[in-house]
């Protein structure tokens, strides 16, 4: 399997080191031995190898912030279009920055390298959130896989957990999805105030400078859209769900809430009914009986629902490099096994 990476940042880098070491076990367990031919990305350059790359010398170029060009034939100005045409890759791995709005410029290259007739496995939320069913009708249609494990909890396995581990309709699920505010709540939980917790989770890296996106529930909402629509079957779009973050909670309140039996966390839940599949993300104070109540810091989990089981709750970790690396890894695996 050869593979072109379009994006080389945190989880690119994760993904080569998760490949480094688990290598070896791959090969002997699977026969699975996937080779990089090609990366581009718009900070570190392009490189182009044919023969693939020694992912010693992909990982200290990365580490050394130098130009990717010197492993191999680079080049100024290349697109992503043209690298993915020309690395004669059957994977085409996108780990570009998410855009929630547009889904750019994830989807123009995953629909790219779908009409190529090639692979696609990516971690970035945009373009499954406003394009999933699409994305995967185009896939089928060119006779390829489109897998996006990494988009929601990162490397604990979902989609392939609902793919092949069940065989019944999913019927809900209800979600701790988003780690840095569940991070902030567990903290408010402890006494400190709203800003006291996020600038702590900003000192520790869990919150971006501009926080929006975590706090007020976006990301949230785009993971259960990819949920709602790629688990559930249905066909919502972000503007469709009601959402509110977790800003407008009082400190107090959080923090007595666990003595009256009880934690707020910000839950998003879609559910499949006889008219459709709805959803919504916001803040809910759960009994502590509730699994979800029990998952701290920034830990994420879901809950499925399905007869006969009843509820399965998975609890892993939602973010890190090596973790999306692993589940674009898993990707991988799970392509190269419906090949053979
Ligand atoms: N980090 C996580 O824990 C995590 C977890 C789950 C999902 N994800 C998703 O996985 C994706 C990658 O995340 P990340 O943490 O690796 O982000 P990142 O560190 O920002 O890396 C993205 C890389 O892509 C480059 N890039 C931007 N536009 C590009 C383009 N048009 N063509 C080629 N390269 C381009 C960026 O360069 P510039 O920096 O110069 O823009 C950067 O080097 C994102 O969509 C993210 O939301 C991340």
Same mark, same amino acid.
């Given at each position: 399997?050869?593979?072109?990476?379009?994006?080389?940042?945190?989880?690119?880098?994760?993904?080569?080191?998760?490949?480094?070491?688990?290598?070896?076990?791959?090969?002997?367990?699977?026969?699975?031995?996937?080779?990089?031919?090609?990366?581009?990305?718009?900070?570190?350059?392009?490189?182009?190898?044919?023969?693939?790359?020694?992912?010693?010398?992909?990982?200290?170029?990365?580490?050394?912030?130098?130009? %990717?060009? #010197?492993?191999? @034939?680079? *080049?100024?100005?290349? =697109?992503?279009? $043209?690298?993915?045409? /020309?690395?004669?890759?059957?994977?085409?791995?996108?780990?570009?920055?998410?855009?929630?709005?547009?889904?750019?410029?994830?989807?123009?290259?995953?629909?790219?390298?779908?009409?190529?007739?090639?692979?696609?496995?990516?971690?970035?939320?945009?373009?499954?959130?406003?394009?999933?069913?699409?994305?995967?009708?185009?896939?089928?249609?060119?006779?390829?896989?489109?897998?996006?494990?990494?988009?929601?909890?990162?490397?604990?396995?979902?989609?392939?957990?609902?793919?092949?581990?069940?065989?019944?309709?999913?019927?809900?699920?209800?979600?701790?999805?988003?780690?840095?505010?569940?991070?902030?709540?567990?903290?408010?939980?402890?006494?400190?105030?709203?800003?006291?917790? %996020?600038? #702590?989770?900003? @000192?520790? *890296?869990?919150?971006? =400078?501009?926080? $929006?996106?975590?706090? /007020?529930?976006?990301?949230?909402?785009?993971?259960?859209?990819?949920?709602?629509?790629?688990?559930?079957?249905?066909?919502?779009?972000?503007?469709?769900?009601?959402?509110?973050?977790?800003?407008?909670?009082?400190?107090?309140?959080?923090?007595?809430?666990?003595?009256?039996?009880?934690?707020?966390?910000?839950?998003?839940?879609?559910?499949?009914?006889?008219?459709?599949?709805?959803?919504?993300?916001?803040?809910?104070?759960?009994?502590?009986?509730?699994?979800?109540?029990?998952?701290?810091?920034?830990?994420?989990?879901?809950?499925?629902?399905?007869?006969?089981?009843?509820?399965?709750?998975?609890?892993?970790?939602?973010?890190?490099?090596?973790?999306?690396?692993?589940?674009?890894?898993?990707?991988?695996?799970?392509?190269?096994?419906?090949?053979?």
């Amino acid at each position: 399997m050869k593979l072109c990476l379009i994006g080389y940042g945190n989880v690119g880098y994760g993904f080569v080191q998760v490949l480094w070491r688990h290598g070896p076990w791959l090969r002997e367990r699977f026969g699975f031995a996937p080779q990089i031919v090609a990366v581009h990305d718009v900070r570190r350059g392009t490189v182009l190898a044919p023969e693939g790359l020694d992912l010693e010398a992909l990982s200290r170029a990365w580490l050394e912030n130098r130009d %990717l060009g #010197e492993l191999g @034939r680079g *080049g100024k100005g290349l =697109t992503a279009f $043209t690298v993915i045409e /020309e690395s004669g890759a059957d994977v085409v791995v996108e780990l570009t920055p998410t855009d929630l709005r547009t889904g750019e410029p994830a989807a123009g290259h995953i629909r790219f390298a779908l009409a190529a007739k090639k692979h696609v496995v990516t971690t970035n939320k945009g373009p499954v959130a406003l394009y999933g069913k699409e994305l995967l009708a185009l896939a089928e249609e060119n006779g390829v896989c489109f897998r996006f494990e990494g988009t929601v909890m990162a490397g604990t396995p979902l989609f392939s957990l609902a793919e092949f581990g069940l065989a019944a309709p999913v019927r809900r699920v209800r979600g701790i999805l988003n780690g840095t505010t569940n991070f902030i709540l567990t903290q408010m939980e402890a006494g400190k105030t709203y800003e006291e917790a %996020l600038r #702590e989770a900003q @000192r520790l *890296g869990y919150a971006e =400078t501009d926080p $929006t996106a975590d706090v /007020e529930g976006l990301d949230a909402l785009a993971k259960i859209v990819i949920l709602a629509n790629m688990v559930l079957g249905g066909d919502l779009r972000p503007n469709d769900v009601p959402c509110q973050g977790i800003t407008g909670l009082s400190a107090p309140e959080v923090h007595r809430a666990p003595k009256e039996g009880y934690r707020w966390k910000l839950v998003a839940e879609a559910v499949r009914t006889e008219e459709g599949v709805w959803a919504k993300v916001g803040p809910e104070r759960l009994p502590l009986s509730d699994p979800l109540a029990q998952v701290g810091g920034v830990l994420n989990a879901l809950t499925l629902e399905l007869d006969p089981l009843g509820a399965i709750t998975v609890v892993g970790p939602g973010a890190g490099p090596e973790v999306t690396g692993h589940a674009v890894l898993a990707d991988l695996l799970a392509i190269h096994r419906k090949q053979r």
